[in-house]
């Protein structure tokens, strides 16, 4: 298998030994090696996509589930926004002043999302989270901050601890943590910190740290008590926003409304973007001069004109699109749950997780015990080398995801769906021939 993938994939592994001269491991965003490295591999390099497919630099074609980091819920290269970026770009990149666009982009923002009642735009999603704690911080003139384990909230200093299992249990300078899904866990941090802390930062589905959705008392207890201690709960839905509905999932879908509220990925349709708001009294200590603000934003491409016409685009066409969310996720949960299924009946130890589009894999050692599931479980069953030997197999079998698999958008069809089945069970089988 690994061979077959080497044989396919020469071209990359050209740039790859290029690649690794002039980055540290090769890559500019340590995840996109895939976890091949590990394994002796490199991963592929691309070079277009369209709709749900995207093809290497050997000119291979893969059904894309990782959807640029669950970015492209629309597909790769839609016209909406290739147009929309295309009619603006004549009239120069960006003007390095406020820009007619920026208005437009905040307000369908605020249509879509009622309770942002001010927002801000960054370059990334880690700005947007640094941003976020420090209002945070400068609204309660407190320091600490806790985020639920195995929380991926981008590289910025403030988040940037207790991601991988196992997770340590000692506090970082002022940061801790608590397991995402469990109210003891919770409940003991809020015992020992609550007086501390300014925000609980927390993704409505835990993303990166495993694709859990919450439990479906976790996240309303989780606001009455922050709220009832005026601790700022910031919802990170730079993955779960405009992706389970048509605006903010932790609102429409999980039923709770943050003080805050961050958003990237999906909202500017591939282009980058970070974005960061919610309550008009936190928010506005952003205003410039504020007596008692903070200092937040100042980035040089911050509402670049082209990630603002992509974002107006993108919602415009999700907002004609609304309806089709219900199917959306029908069409993830029917897929996971029908995994499920045949892994158990097959034996296989391995659980799909998600919520709605999204579908991650976790290949197990043993069985995780009762629900509710939570990273440390998962952590704590995982089979690192098999998962790593699923991924190089699906790459050789056409399917390019990460996390197991990754999510679908609007662009993906049945048959993609039914094809990355087959393609699954056969990288399973060739991962459990190579490696017993
Ligand atoms: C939930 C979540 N928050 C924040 C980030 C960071 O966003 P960016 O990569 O745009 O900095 C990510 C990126 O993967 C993410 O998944």
Redesign the pocket.
Known sequence: MLEKYRRATSESYKLWKRALQVYPGGVNHNLRTFGLHRIGLYPPFMERGEGSHIWDVDDNEYIDWWMT??SLILGHNHQNVRNAIQARISDGLHLGALNRAQVEFAEKLQDAIPYLKKVRFSV????A?MYAVRLARAFTKKRLVAKARG?????NDALLYHIKYPFSDEPIRNGVSFEFNDQQSLDSLLKRNAKDLAAIVI?PML??GGGLPPEPEFLPYLREETEARGIILIF?E??TGFRLCFGSAGKEVFGVEPDLI?L??IVAGGM?L?AYGGREDIMTLAEPGKTGGVWVGGGTFSSHPLSMVSGIATLETLHSLKREYKTLNQRGNRFRDHLNEKFEMKNHHILATGVGSIVFLHWLKKAIGDSPITPSKIGNAFDPTKQDLLQAALFEQGIFGYHGLGGISFAHTDKDIQMSQEALFRAISEVNTQHR
């Open positions: 980091h669950f990334t999603g880690s700005g989270l929380g991926w909230h981008g590289g993704e993303g990166a990170d730079i993955i961050t990237g990925k980058p970070g």
